[in-house]
């Protein structure tokens, strides 16, 4: 059924239009939720749709539609947004064929999530009755499907299981939130070290600490690198952000800004989140971005790798039946010589950060558009 509309858009599409492409996209969200030691949520979200991008009289169109029965009122849809566009400056992927086996792994029913949920939730009591815990898992499931007038057909699925572990605990006026997570796509998650990061957290925070005056050393973890760094060089590396000129980095190509110690790099095979493709029809490569502190390019989408007069890099995603733009599959810190456990041994005094107010937003739990961060020390 999946190809056959495919092959009907395309085949309808071509008469009217200079070039077509259509993106399919089959998805599954089932989120579980335990909030202050209670289930609070359990519900099952499903979404097929197909997003229609043409080029007619020199113009890009764009519509969408989870109704796959008015194939025809989509193509016109298109076709009118193309009529009130700008020209466009770029071509749709050509002469590219791939399919990306399915993973045979099959993720733990809903009822074993509870169950684990529950299970978490005693053996947290179990340290201190008193923390509040707050239990998360998502099943996310996705297929996605691409094809273009110009000899372009690749398939891909990608399933994701992403769970975290969390507790607020108040004591008069101070409290004191820690969670953890992890993410999976072919593997149980890793529960047990889930409950006992977060009890270790716990037990390190049991005494109140102080710090004098002074000039002192601050240590991000892993964790907290990827909060803070994850975001920024996602934005600054961006090639929309350098043809516009709103990256500080848009004319240091070549440049060494950082130190020697930084390399950032894009694994797009790595974890979860592991794509072959992106969702324009363009093969995805692993790219260095910032080597030994020198910036050595930007990660491109079709349409802004043309105004950059360069190749497009596999770097253009979606959110959903949205147009696709630039953003990363996989951004990875290589890591350094000293292990966490030596730099914190290493400080007679100093600040450890681990978490960040507002950084669960950026943590790589759930959905291939935030993209993943692989950050080490």
Not at 30 to 57: M, Y
Not at 152 to 172: D, T, W
Request: charged share 20%; hydrophobic share 35%; net charge negative.
């Amino acid at each position: 059924m999946v190809n056959s509309i495919l092959e009907q858009l395309l085949e309808r599409a071509t008469p009217k239009v200079d070039a077509a492409e259509v993106y399919f996209l089959s998805s599954q969200d089932t989120p579980i939720q335990f909030e202050n030691n209670r289930l609070k949520s359990l519900q099952t979200k499903a979404k097929q749709g197909v997003a229609l991008r043409v080029i007619s009289n020199g113009k890009l169109g764009f519509a969408s539609s989870t109704d796959l029965t008015r194939l025809d009122d989509l193509i016109e849809a298109a076709i009118q947004t193309a009529e009130i566009a700008d020209p466009v400056e770029f071509e749709f992927a050509k002469n590219y064929h791939h399919s990306t086996p399915k993973t045979s792994y099959t993720f733990p029913t809903t009822q074993e999530l509870v169950e684990l949920g529950q299970s978490l939730i005693e053996q947290v009591h179990n340290y201190n009755s008193e923390i509040l815990v707050n239990v998360d898992f998502e099943i996310e499931t996705e297929f996605i499907q691409i094809a273009t007038t110009d000899d372009v057909f690749a398939e891909q699925s990608h399933q994701i299981l992403s769970g975290s572990l969390g507790g607020n605990l108040v004591r008069g006026e101070d409290f004191l939130e820690i969670y953890t997570y992890d993410i999976a796509g072919d593997r149980p998650l890793d529960s047990e070290k889930l409950l006992s990061d977060l009890i270790q957290k716990y037990q390190l925070a049991e005494q109140k600490a102080t710090i004098s005056s002074g000039s002192f050393p601050v240590l991000f973890t892993p964790r907290a690198v990827a909060m803070v760094l994850g975001r920024l060089f996602k934005t600054v590396l961006s090639g929309q952000a350098v043809v516009q000129k709103s990256s500080p980095l848009s004319d240091k190509l070549g440049q060494t800004l950082f130190d020697s110690r930084l390399t950032l790099l894009e694994d797009p095979q790595l974890g979860p989140n592991a794509c072959d493709f992106d969702d324009e029809g363009t093969p995805t490569t692993r790219k260095t971005l910032i080597d030994k502190g020198t910036v050595q390019g930007f990660y491109w989408d079709r349409q802004w790798a043309v105004r950059g007069q360069v190749e497009p890099t596999g770097n253009g995603f979606r959110g959903g039946l949205s147009r696709p733009g630039p953003s990363l599959a996989n951004l990875c810190m290589s890591p350094g010589s000293t292990s966490t456990e030596d730099l914190i041994a290493s400080m007679d005094e100093g600040i450890i950060v681990d978490q960040v107010l507002g950084g669960r937003s950026v943590q790589p739990v759930g959905g291939r558009i935030f993209g993943q961060f692989g950050f080490g020390l």
